[in-house]
């Protein structure tokens, strides 16, 4: 397996941190990613919020109730949608996807663990008061991330077999 293959396959949700902050480079590095993504129309929908300080922190775990998981991550990543720069809803979520699976795999090949947050959204207006984001911004998820506590437990994916539904 290249590098890549192996990326994908061996990244895991990551739901416990040491208290490690993340170096400014790699937090770079993983917004780089992001911003390489592919888009429709390359419109790059995506706008971030990097999360570090600890009183903001608290308030964004707040809202999901996977609070510890998050409170203890000393980087959130909160993604949004930019509504000026959509063209097709479904299009650009789909990027903002893509936009979020490259951070994923760059923290994990960077040696930090992550994981997406989506129960967070079930609060999304007023995660968006909290962070002061324009009206434009809408809320798509938080990436937690920090240096793994221990080797997260591996995960299972139904058989490419049940997957592929036909072959032409
Ligand atoms: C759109 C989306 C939303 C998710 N929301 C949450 C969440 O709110 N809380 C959580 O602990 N994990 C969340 N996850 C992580 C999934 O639970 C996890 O990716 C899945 O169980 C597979 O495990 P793995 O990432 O270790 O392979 C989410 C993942 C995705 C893609």
Known sequence: MNEVLQAIRKRRSVRKFTGEAVPESTLRAVLDAGRWAPSGLNNQPWKFVVITDQTTRAAV???????????????????????????????????????????????????????????????????????AVPESFELMGVIAVGHPFRKPADSERRALEELIFKRY
């Open 61 to 131: 775990a707040a809202k999901t109730k996977y609070r510890k998981v998050l409170e203890q991550a000393p980087l959130q990543i909160a993604i949004f949608l930019d509504q000026i720069l959509s063209y097709d809803r479904t299009k650009d979520v789909q990027g903002i996807g893509a936009c979020m699976q490259n951070m994923l795999l760059a923290a994990h090949s960077l040696g930090l663990g992550t994981v997406w947050m989506g129960e967070i959204l079930n609060r999304r207006e007023e995660v968006e008061g909290l962070l």
